[in-house]
């Protein structure tokens, strides 16, 4: 089966600029995560989904990050207006299910994001 | 709130056993996974514990202790191509992933 879609790989934007990522899950997933890996931590979860309903959206600053999943399936996450500090990988995860108690999440290979 | 802890390298070579330890604080748990990502590459599911107890998958194995809050990866007859980060992940809801442990394998 098909792995986890990202684009762009890459993107370089000066600060204050906007930016938007695309993931398409896995066929059939229920859930896709978005997660924020800076160099040398671990991905650090921003929204998951259910569907095309939000099951976490804690850790997501809000005052600058957006995300929808349209229809269920695949998503957009976006940033206006970027910061320095928004540089990281962005990764996005799909699972079968979501919030069960043994579950397996698939990664894309991420979008590498350079704010200058 | 959650909190995990790896050590942040180690350092073996080829051939050799390595462990790597975990340690987490969660107001809730299902489970303990074990993830691996190469540099520039995405994480990669290796094993899953939600008993007690140890979980062998080839050449990988992994234990959870719940009564201690602490888990380890066991990586045997290392190769150069495990070098890469290991990240322990708790599950209760949503994943919370420790920040890693770079494996550098020597030969």
């Known amino acids: 089966e098909a792995g986890v879609a990202q684009s762009p790989r890459y993107k370089i934007i000066e600060k204050r600029q906007s930016v938007a990522f695309w993931c398409n899950p896995i066929?059939?997933?229920?859930?896709l995560y978005w997660y924020q890996q800076i160099l040398g931590q671990g991905p650090k979860l921003l929204i998951q989904f259910q569907n095309n309903g939000v099951v976490d959206d804690s850790q997501l600053p809000k005052d600058r990050f957006s995300a929808e999943r349209l229809k269920g399936v695949d998503s957009t996450l976006k940033i206006q207006p970027a910061k320095l500090e928004d540089s990281a990988v962005y990764l996005c995860?799909?699972?079968?299910?979501?919030?069960?108690?043994?579950?397996?999440?698939?990664f894309g290979p991420g979008t590498r994001l350079l704010v200058l | 709130g959650q909190s995990l802890e790896q050590p942040s390298e180690v350092t073996a070579v080829e051939g050799a056993i390595v462990q790597i330890n975990c340690t987490y604080q969660?107001?809730?748990?299902?489970?303990l996974s074990w993830y691996q990502q190469h540099d520039g590459g995405a994480p990669t599911f290796l094993s899953y514990?939600?008993?007690?107890g140890l979980e062998e998958t080839g050449r990988f194995s992994s234990f959870l202790s719940r009564s201690d809050s602490y888990g380890y990866l066991l990586l045997q007859e290392l190769q150069m191509k495990d070098s890469a980060s290991y990240f322990c992940?708790?599950?209760?809801?949503?994943?919370?992933f420790g920040s890693g442990t770079k494996l550098n394998v020597k030969p």
């Open positions: 992940a708790t599950n209760f809801n949503k994943f919370y």
């Open positions: 969660t107001s809730g748990f299902y489970g």
């Open positions: 066929s059939g997933h229920a859930t």
């Open positions: 995860a799909s699972s079968r299910i979501g919030g069960a108690r043994q579950e397996t999440q698939y």
């Open positions: 514990n939600a008993l007690d």
